[in-house]
């Protein structure tokens, strides 16, 4: 139950755990008040993540209407580990409603979100700031320019995205390196078992312009832990099941009937469905790490415990199976059976051969 393993979070050199610590929960204020917390109660949240060796954590200026990052950079400096944690927020919704720039993702906006999230963080800098939502308005060129200006100024490390459309990423990251400005490193976006839509073009784009995913809603709003079922499906509202975070999704047939396979892989691995959802998606392609929220320190703990077995090939083809969205569109034309048509059938062709590419580790088992 330790999380002393680290990696590169994108094309940069930051070094952030396998799980990051989710703090939307902290707070009591706000749109997030149905789920909020007191300090005296996620304190040993806090603690317990970084007891594990946790040093990623996530919060936004959003989160309980500014609770979230008050409690944090207290809890940060009552634990003198500023240094030590990669501490993550992000801007866009509106701090005054009725001023039509105070919101959304525009410079003036931008800096004077950050400006308020520092001085709630109780810091002089954050180590990973994000865009947290598209506004569909705002020229992504003007975003990248005051994330350099930003970064220049040592007010933020590093620059990422979160929940924007991938072709927005790509032109803003597109744009970053030809103009030879601060690039993004980061794309924090939903993703789970019965939400894998972004493995069509965001996963794909990551990797290859040096995004490292962070995957939020892991256990798609406690849908996946089991807590819920078809036939009872808990009374309306019930934990987060409804948040509007979710994004507004309804739950399909298809989604309930993934719950089955999913409790049969964890019964054969003898964990509980929710460490098997969560170690699914840190391992997939593409991720760098899956964030966790948590009411109680004993309920973190076994989240990241999900960590401590290996999913085998067995087990995760029969969860990939089950939760796979098939191509639509364009994007048929891109799977292993008509590209081989295209190609020349029989003829095996591939990008690089395994072992091409080992992976890069300073310890050893």
Known sequence: MTLDQYYLLGRSGLRVSRLALGTMNFGTGGFHAAYGKTEDEVRPIFRRYLEAGGNFIDTADFYTAGESETILGR?????????????????????????????????KHLIRALEGSLRRLGTDHVDLFLLHTWDRVTPVEEVMRTFDDLVRAGKIRYAGLSDVPAWYAAKAQTFAEAHSLTPVVNLQLPYSLVERTIETEHVPMGQNLGLGVTAWSPLAGGFLTGKYRRDDRGPAGEGRLNDPGNAGKAWTER???????LEEVAGKLGVTMAQVAINWVATQPGVASAIVGASSADQLGASMAALDFELPPE??????????????????????????WVISPGVKVGDKPAGYHPAVRNWTE
């Open 255 to 261: 989604d309930w009937d993934l719950l089955k396979p």
């Open 315 to 340: 087990l995760r083809a029969i969860l990939d199976e089950a939760s796979a969205v098939p191509p639509e569109s364009v994007y048929r034309m891109f799977t292993p059976a008509y590209q081989n």
């Open 75 to 107: 809890l940060i400096a009552e634990a003198n580990v500023r240094d030590r944690v990669v501490l993550t927020t992000k801007y866009t919704n509106s701090v005054d409603p009725g001023d039509p720039n105070a919101g959304g993702n525009g410079r």
